[in-house]
């Protein structure tokens, strides 16, 4: 699965994307998110404060508890600030 | 046979949606002239709404301001916008263009406009569209303080704006 980062999440990350298999455990974004908060030390700090983390699901928005696939795209961001 | 005509119903008049995401500046008289042009019949009102950067935000002096999007997720947003502006009133056209990338002081940044047969439609849907760009569209500003790059907050007001709508 595809996973991109926006803004200061991409920051903390340290990355705009990363591609990963699914693992088997991963049902939904919340498992998501604990799986990646495993990586690294950034990922655990990027997801630090879950209140101010948006998600889209192949660009649509979605919850934290959306179920997801091994051929989506997921994406984090925070809010957004356009316009 | 008599053809009837139903000016106020939404769903038979034809609407025309422009929607742009681009790294470039706009001509409002050009874009405008351009979504006139493709309506189906004249409209009789055209609404717009230009955003700029501006030089302060929150009291603090800003040099420049760095945009950034989700290429795909904002054109398919914008154009959701624009649909359900559409349903919600009677309009003949509807136009969005929002840059990205780096803008300096004063730089136009945005774009909504909606023609339709009278006013009232147009200024309303322009505003619906703004306050749901505002919050529905996956952009990030970032300011240029001094030599830091500080990313923008959401803000509450934008999310009221846009609630009393519903």
């Given at each position: 699965m595809k996973i991109l980062y926006f803004s200061w999440l991409k920051e903390k990350v340290g990355n705009n994307l990363e591609e990963i298999r699914k693992p088997?455990?991963?049902?939904?974004i919340m498992d998501l998110i604990e799986f990646l908060k495993d990586i690294s030390n950034k990922h655990q700090e990027a997801f630090?404060?879950?209140?101010s983390i948006k998600v889209a699901v192949n660009k649509n928005f979605a919850d934290f508890d959306t179920l997801i696939n091994e051929e989506d795209e997921i994406a984090f961001f925070p809010p957004v600030t356009g316009g | 046979m008599k053809k009837m005509k139903l000016l106020f119903s939404p769903l038979l008049l034809v609407v025309k949606v422009i929607v742009r995401v681009q790294e470039r500046n706009f001509v409002l008289q050009n874009e405008i002239d351009n979504l006139k042009s493709i309506c189906k019949e004249i409209p009789g009102a055209l609404a717009s709404f230009v955003g700029y950067v501006r030089d302060f935000s929150n009291g603090t002096k800003i040099s420049s301001l760095t945009i950034e999007h989700y290429p795909g997720m904002t054109e398919k947003m914008l154009v959701d916008i624009s649909k359900n502006a559409s349903k919600k009133w009677p309009l003949l056209g509807t136009l969005i263009i929002h840059r990205y990338g780096k803008l300096n002081i004063n730089d136009q940044i945005v774009l909504a406009a909606a023609a339709s047969l009278h006013r009232k439609a147009a200024f309303e849907a322009t505003e619906y569209m703004m306050d749901y760009l505002k919050t529905s569209a996956p952009f990030w500003k970032s300011e240029k303080v001094n030599k830091d790059n500080i990313w923008v907050k959401a803000k509450l007001d934008d999310e009221f704006a846009k609630n009393r709508w519903k």
């Amino acid at each position: 699965m595809k996973i991109l980062y926006f803004s200061w999440l991409k920051e903390k990350v340290g990355n705009n994307l990363e591609e990963i298999r699914k693992p088997e455990e991963v049902h939904n974004i919340m498992d998501l998110i604990e799986f990646l908060k495993d990586i690294s030390n950034k990922h655990q700090e990027a997801f630090k404060h879950l209140k101010s983390i948006k998600v889209a699901v192949n660009k649509n928005f979605a919850d934290f508890d959306t179920l997801i696939n091994e051929e989506d795209e997921i994406a984090f961001f925070p809010p957004v600030t356009g316009g | 046979m008599k053809k009837m005509k139903l000016l106020f119903s939404p769903l038979l008049l034809v609407v025309k949606v422009i929607v742009r995401v681009q790294e470039r500046n706009f001509v409002l008289q050009n874009e405008i002239d351009n979504l006139k042009s493709i309506c189906k019949e004249i409209p009789g009102a055209l609404a717009s709404f230009v955003g700029y950067v501006r030089d302060f935000s929150n009291g603090t002096k800003i040099s420049s301001l760095t945009i950034e999007h989700y290429p795909g997720m904002t054109e398919k947003m914008l154009v959701d916008i624009s649909k359900n502006a559409s349903k919600k009133w009677p309009l003949l056209g509807t136009l969005i263009i929002h840059r990205y990338g780096k803008l300096n002081i004063n730089d136009q940044i945005v774009l909504a406009a909606a023609a339709s047969l009278h006013r009232k439609a147009a200024f309303e849907a322009t505003e619906y569209m703004m306050d749901y760009l505002k919050t529905s569209a996956p952009f990030w500003k970032s300011e240029k303080v001094n030599k830091d790059n500080i990313w923008v907050k959401a803000k509450l007001d934008d999310e009221f704006a846009k609630n009393r709508w519903k």
